[in-house]
């Protein structure tokens, strides 16, 4: 029992004498330190960085999709095939000289058509008197028209349509673009470009903004389509893009006079007869055109 005793104190005395042994002056460096290299738990140690950025639902970090987004600008699609994001009154307004000009290329081109598809008689054709037979027309209409109908229910239709896409690629909703469709085709064209040959239609004025709406969306949807599948139709692309053309041409032909060379182009009316230009008055004269007083013409410069 004694040699127990006299053991354990032996040992506590060795134990104190060490502790006992400790600097308490000297410095010891507590810090943690990540070295993977001095690490005794080297082997779960990882040098790997890792990215702490918010994450999307669909797993991808802000910096991602800026970086996808800054891409896809880079590659967006011309104007004319896409819809804008919020409304561009400037791009409007741009088609809508593209639409005063096509007008006027229409009505003079269908003086040229018989009379039994556009019902003028060559009275209602002729310049002569051409603000006092408006101020008749509008007078006299609107009345019930006997146009044909491949005129009345496929073509007008398919102008409001066209009305109606210019507003919805400026980027202007559903609604919206029906009123600009019944503003253009109302106001602009049966008692604006036609009424100096024919009286207001019942028909024109209800088929075309109404019908052109419904048939506009139906385009619009379908050019979304065709350029979502790379501008092809049925595996062609030729066939997509006189598709394209048709489902947007006012579009199309503001590219082709506008765009494609990136320059400035200037549409203005002209009342001056022959554009105050006295060789192509001379010109006319020469061809047997009787002289008039009366001039409208459109007037457009390209500007290289």
Same mark, same amino acid.
């Given at each position: ?199 207001? =239609?019942?028909?024109?004025?209800? +088929?075309?903004? /109404? #019908?052109?709406?419904? &048939? %506009? ?18 595996? =062609?692309?030729?066939?997509?893009? +006189?598709?394209? /053309? #048709?489902?947007?041409? &006012? %579009? ?53």
């Amino acid at each position: 029992m004694k040699k127990q005793a006299i053991a354990g104190l032996l040992l506590g005395c060795t134990a104190s004498t060490n502790a006992f042994a400790l600097d308490t002056n000297s410095a010891y460096d507590m810090d943690y330190q990540d070295d993977c290299s001095t690490n005794i738990y080297s082997s779960y140690c990882s040098n790997a960085s890792f990215d702490f950025s918010p994450m999307r639902l669909d797993g991808e970090t802000p910096s991602k999709v800026a970086e996808n987004d800054s891409l896809a600008q880079s590659t967006q699609l011309p104007h004319y095939l896409r819809v804008s994001d919020e409304r561009d009154w400037d791009y409007l307004m741009e088609q809508s000289y593209t639409i005063l000009g096509l007008s006027v290329a229409t009505v003079g081109l269908m003086t040229f058509l018989p009379e039994s598809i556009t019902k003028w008689d060559s009275e209602d054709s002729s310049i002569k008197n051409l603000g006092s037979k408006w101020k008749d027309n509008v007078s006299q209409g609107p009345v019930w028209d006997k146009d044909e109908h491949f005129l009345n229910y496929v073509m007008h239709p398919y102008f409001g349509g066209v009305y109606y896409t210019a507003a919805r690629h400026a980027g202007f909703n559903e609604f919206e673009s029906f009123l600009y469709s019944t503003t253009m085709s109302t106001f602009f064209w049966e008692y604006g470009v036609e009424a100096f040959a024919e009286v207001p =239609s019942i028909q024109d004025l209800f +088929v075309t903004p /109404f #019908f052109g709406a419904v &048939v %506009g969306e139906v385009m619009l949807q379908q050019e979304l389509r065709i350029t979502e599948n790379g501008g092809e139709v049925m595996g =062609s692309e030729t066939l997509g893009s +006189v598709s394209l /053309f #048709f489902l947007n041409p &006012v %579009g199309h032909i503001h590219y082709w006079v506008t765009d494609a060379w990136g320059d400035e182009t200037e549409v203005n009316l002209a009342y001056n007869a022959w554009f105050s230009n006295g060789d192509a008055a001379q010109y006319a004269y020469d061809a047997g055109m009787p002289y008039t007083d009366q001039f409208i013409g459109l007037e457009v410069k390209l500007k290289f």
